[in-house]
């Protein structure tokens, strides 16, 4: 199981920021799309074969030509304040059918990660994900947070739009992030860096959408985008922005008119609290949800060479 | 290697070997199986080890099928007198990376293996009365260069990998020269088994190995079998015709496909 660099870039103390797909794919956009601001340059990977079986062959000719993982890949961008290095996971190293790394191999691929950030001087670590809230698509999404220390804590809530895991109500500030956007920050803990977790909130009917929820990424990235001293241009994401609400919106037009009533109210009451709609309610989304989702057709045949 | 992965019964005796690979599910046509068993008869192949199934298969219980309990095997034979080593076994459900490491281990350090090949019959579109093809996808051009001469039809795809696949990329990257045989099999015999496709990867082999095969028990089964599908046309006009539409190059629609698919597997049955 190994860590292939590509360059041994010169860089001072940088810090890490990981992304993996989660809920909404809100951690991974947000990554992903501060990455690609920032021109982040690759400089490495994590060979894939232990951790991921291949998703493409292409044979030309009679000729093996490539066969290709998904990628995990470090980044790095040197800023006037700070240096930094990306880590994107394309994939979590999930078992059969799950989508959250567990186990053996999501513990190796953390501490690999963790390898070529202390290689290179890293004392903090950052990942992003999603909080499953009982907000209102309409709402600009909070980014709620977790850290390694109280003294981090103070820092992340000095940011706009952040609130600790404490302030969202009915969780007494417990809860588990899934996956390695969550064992990545334990396991940073375990060896002594700084760790931090940004989640963007994300309406609790929305959490088993098959599509990204890129309102929360924006939050998170502007929350980056305060961190790191850094401006970022949001064209492209709020392009995204307009084209998932135009979805979310005919799926809520979907739903029975006096649930709407209901679940509107989330507009106007504190969001601490779950609230806006009924258990009845919640029993009609839970059932009627997958249908809603539902995309079009049936994808390939089945067949592989 | 990791020798705590196989169950070694018998040292190997060879040197600069060929390694044949066979999958025992998904296969198409029972074409991976049949030519696996038959060479595995016909060249007295001695058992000489297996990987052990622990890591790679489900083992919380045993599965069967037609009222026989099923064990996940993954095992070598060695043919000595033509430096064959054979490799038969599921798909692993687990672990692939792994399980193909361990193969190519076990061939290149006990057996020196100096070639690669892999059987897997691939559903094709055409009449069963048109003649066979065997497509192939090398991992090396100089390999390629050199099996020119043998009739096999270079293939070009993109999509997921088969795990022959998987395998010939990883034999690349120890620089093992390797060919990955896909005849093309009728989709309406990829049920049951397809004889003249069996002979034709077999007529392969014993070309390329020199083997002295007699592969003329096929040809009863092969003419049972084309009968047996002949008097279904006469008999039944939809299928003769969907047959017709193949024989042209024209397609059929998925209800089709199923339909013919469905007639001709009642008439042969599983075993062709």
Known sequence: MG?????????ERPELICGWPGIGNVGLVAVDTLKGMLLAEEFGEIEPWDFFYPKRVS???????????????????????????????????????????????????????????????????????????????????????VASSTQLTEEVTRYQNTILMSGMGGREGEG???????????????????????????????????????????????????????????IVLDKMVAQIEGVIERIYEGFPSEM?????????????????????????????????????????????? | MEESLFEIYQAPQLRNSSLIVGWQNHDVGKLSSKVIHFLNQKLETQRVAEIKPAGFFPLGGATFKDDLIQVPESKFWACQSHDLLVFSSEEPKYEWYRFLTA????????????????????PS???????????????????QKTLRGYGLEDM??????????????????????????????????????????????????????????????????????????AQLRRKNTEINEYINRLESGLSLNEEEQVRLAREVYEVLGRRG
Not at chain 1, 79 to 106: H, N, S, V
Not at chain 1, 195 to 217: N, T, V
Not at chain 2, 103 to 122: M, N, P, R, W
Not at chain 2, 125 to 141: C, E, G
């Open chain 2, 125 to 143: 579109l055409a009449a069963h009365t048109a003649p066979r093809k065997i497509l192939a996808v090398y991992n090396q051009p100089e390999f």
């Open chain 1, 176 to 234: 588990v992030i899934t996956g390695l956007n969550g064992l990545l920050l334990a396991v940073a803990k375990k060896r002594g860096l700084e760790s931090i977790c940004l989640m963007g909130e994300i309406p609790d009917w929305l959490a088993g959408s098959p599509f990204p929820y890129p309102r929360a990424s924006k939050s998170v990235l502007e929350v980056f985008a305060d961190i790191l001293g850094v401006t970022i241009d949001f």
């Open chain 1, 3 to 11: 860590i292939k660099l590509f360059e041994q870039p010169e860089l």
């Open chain 1, 59 to 145: 044979i030309r000719d009679g000729l093996l030509q490539s066969l290709e993982f998904p990628a995990n890949k470090f980044y790095y961008q040197r800023l006037r304040e700070r240096d930094l290095i990306f880590f994107i996971g394309e994939k979590q190293p999930a078992g059969e059918g799950g989508m959250y790394a567990t186990g053996e191999k999501a513990y190796k691929i953390a501490n690999l990660v963790l390898d070529v950030a202390e290689k290179f001087g890293c004392r903090r670590v950052y990942t992003s994900g999603a909080c499953v809230s009982p907000t209102h698509h309409a709402l600009k999404p909070r980014v709620v947070s």
């Open chain 2, 156 to 229: 070009t795809w993109e999509g997921p990998p088969a795990i022959s696949s998987y395998l010939l990329w990883a034999a690349k990257r120890r620089q093992i020269p390797g060919l990955s045989l896909w005849p093309e099999i009728p989709f309406y015999l990829a049920a049951g088994e397809d004889l003249l496709a069996i002979k034709l990867t077999l007529s392969f082999l014993d070309r390329r190995f020199s083997l002295g095969l007699d592969l003329g028990e096929f040809d009863q089964g092969i003419r049972n079998q084309n009968e047996k599908i």
């Open chain 2, 103 to 122: 193969v190519l281990d076990f061939a290149e350090h006990h057996c020196q293996v100096k070639e690669l090949y892999t059987i897997s019959g691939t």
């Open chain 1, 260 to 305: 709407k009533e209901r679940y509107d109210q989330r507009k106007f009451i504190a969001r601490a609290e779950p609230g806006g709609i009924t258990e009845e309610d919640a029993r009609w989304i839970k059932e009627h949800i997958e249908g809603l989702f539902k995309k079009g057709g049936e994808e390939g045949g089945g067949k592989s060479v």
